[in-house]
């Protein structure tokens, strides 16, 4: 088993790019969730996909926006980039998304806008 | 909404002394709360969750955690350091789902 896999691991975009990142769920996982952890902070939510539909959303503004595929696979796209944006991108899978479900954490896409 | 409170950013302690992580909680309904470990560069790793039951739960690598309601607390604790617990503990509560994440303590462990 794979695990959750996020590509690219590293990336780095010009203010004002968009940039997509990936994320691939462990096997049997239906939902899909992403953080975003700035440097010295703890992951903050952005939102949550379970059957294609975004399920919930943090406190992020509507550049941050999301895609889940049919075979559970997702996207984070950011749109307008802005210096703040920089940060390790967290793609965390989970079964059915109840509250004391597992979820399982990628080793994240490190986001550098210059 | 629900939130937790890592008291201390970082931990300093000898290799075989006792690890203490503190964490605070807030709910108004009873929480499901989670400590995770963040390596360098690495994504997060579950050590040990609360959801019901059994107030002291162990997790891996020797670590566990006692939940207390009157105190809302959920302090994580192992009984001796090893140089490779050297790392990121991160404290969430669990709602609707999605993970609020405590600020963090970095532990380093001195030989």
């Known amino acids: 088993d794979a695990g959750v896999t996020q590509s690219p691991t590293h990336l780095i975009k010009t203010r004002g790019q968009q940039v997509t990142l990936r994320c691939s769920p462990k096997s049997g996982h239906d939902t899909v969730s992403w953080y975003q952890q700035a440097l010295g902070q703890g992951p903050q939510f952005i939102f949550q996909y379970y059957e294609e539909e975004e399920r919930q959303r943090g406190n992020f503004p509507d550049r941050f926006s999301g895609h889940q595929f049919p075979n559970y696979s997702s996207e984070l796209n950011v749109n307008a980039l802005l210096l703040g944006d920089s940060a390790l991108y967290l793609c965390?899978?989970?079964?059915?998304?109840?509250?004391?479900?597992?979820?399982?954490f990628g080793q994240g896409t490190r986001l550098t806008v210059v | 909404a629900q939130s937790v409170t890592q008291l201390g950013s970082h931990v300093s302690v000898s290799e075989g002394a006792l690890v203490l992580l503190r964490c605070n909680y807030s709910s108004s309904v009873p929480p499901y709360l989670f400590w995770y470990v963040q390596y360098p560069n690495q994504g997060l790793q579950l050590l040990l969750k609360?959801?019901?039951?059994?107030?002291l739960v162990k997790g891996i690598n020797g670590f566990e955690a006692e939940f207390k309601k009157s105190e809302t607390s959920f302090h994580l604790t192992k009984p001796s350091a090893h140089m490779s617990d050297a790392a990121e503990y991160f404290c969430a509560v669990s709602e609707l789902s999605k993970l609020s994440f405590g600020a963090g303590t970095t532990v380093t462990v001195r030989a």
């Open positions: 609360y959801t019901t039951g059994a107030t």
């Open positions: 965390a899978s989970s079964l059915g998304g109840g509250m004391n479900t597992e979820a399982f």
